[in-house]
């Protein structure tokens, strides 16, 4: 028996889309191509995917758009400051500088161009390359619109694993949203995208498994194994990619259960195994990726480091977004840069790490995480120290934006998540951290995170000297890059992904105590 179809209309936008009964507003406006902020990952928390129905009158009011279900003919609008209007930090670009020459496949074509493509959890970043001399014609990013379904990735299997219907409205999103992005670089390059031959491309395992439309089920219970690892080789109209009828998709190798494509595309990028040795790779992120060659051995391992770095379960958090404080520098008083240089609406990663620092060496969080009065701040700063209605301490940044006791155990949970995981992969070499001759960072996120202060709180290893550290930008669209230009690097990065030793750390035995370890900051 089928359903009949409900229809759902959005104001401002003026959009209308049908969906079944059951769905929620957050899913349906995903499917009008209308993004929603849920910092809190549709948990109901935050409170910032709040919408007006408007009709049927009997249901007239606020709601929060991932809680509430439709279940007959709705209007609804939405507010501006509900939408998730852009990211202003997606990096399209990384410190990478490495040269290749373009293979000759498109010697007998005339004008042959081809797209790289990083898929994250939170953000798509792509690149249109002429793929006859290498050279980048233009680069754009943009926001995952799979986020209306969750903002990480349990979230989007637990979506995916309803049934085929489910797992297809995941891919049409995605696959809809790359397509958008070809049709805007296509634009930036006065390029036709029939004269595009080629798409390469890297995400997290759970991203490729959606993109390709395989079950990643698999991925949301023990023992975590992907439904496929190797090198995916697809015809683009499969996809549904706007390409040249007979493009070719290529998409990157998987190494483990939460390491995937992106992270091969970015060991092929940094060219791992010519670094000097033992080097430690890390992308931080809603999950960490931890990667460390010594050697010529390759260790892998994911730590779940939770949201916390893209602002969700933080009392004031928000994403790298026009009015997030993105620097905060404790002098006299509490100075902080916002995004946009305007009124700040909340603070995001790299000014979480920064504050969290600047706390513990004010004396005002004490190597437990606990808030307490300080005793030798600068009057400014101990003034902002409050107690909040909850009776907590928190400590007042800005008017309303507090960090609060709660927030600060968030923080301990993300840092000593990736700290356990460094500690326990280090381990399993036989070596100390002070013995790395160099630790790359990659990602979004980790290019505006500063050095001294993620070692203070032991996001990083403290016992190295900064200068072996290196923010290499968004290493898997420079992956990407490579292999969208050249078959060997390829077939480079399956011999990376096929000898890297993944290491499943839910099931390390050492997890648990290193965990409990990492949860103290340094003194």
Known sequence: MTQNQIKVTFQPQGSTVYVLPGTKIIEAAAIAGIIIDTPCGGEGTCGKCKVKILQPQQKQGDCLSCRQEISEDTVIEVPQDSLLLGLDKIVVDSNIVQKIIPDKRCEKVGKCYGVAVDIGTTTIAASLVNLKDGVEIAITGNINPQISFGDDVISRIKHASAGPKALAELQKTVARQINAMIENLCSQGTVNKNDIYEITIAGNTTMEHLLCGIDPSPLGQLPFKPSWQGANAINASELKFNINQHGKVYVFPIIGGFVGGDITAGLLASNILNQPQPVLFVDIGTNGEIVLANNGKILAASTAAGPAFEGARISCGTRAATGAIEKVKFDDDCEFGIIGNVEPTGICGSGLIDITAELL??????????????????????????????????????KKLKITQKDIRQIQLAVGAIRAGISIILKKAGIKASDLKKVLIAGGFGSFIRRNHAQRIGLLPADISREKISF?????????????????????????????????????SDFQNEFASAMIFPA
């Open 361 to 398: 060496n004010a004396g005002i969080v004490d190597t437990t995480g606990r808030m307490i009065q300080p005793s030798n701040a600068p009057q400014k700063i101990a003034q902002r120290v409050v107690i909040d209605k909850n009776n907590q301490p928190a400590f007042v940044i800005h």
């Open 472 to 508: 290499i930008g968004n290493s898997s669209l420079a992956g990407a890059k490579l292999a969208l230009l050249s078959i060997s690097a390829r077939q480079k990065a399956q011999i990376l992904a096929s000898q890297t030793q993944h290491i499943e750390l839910s099931i390390d």
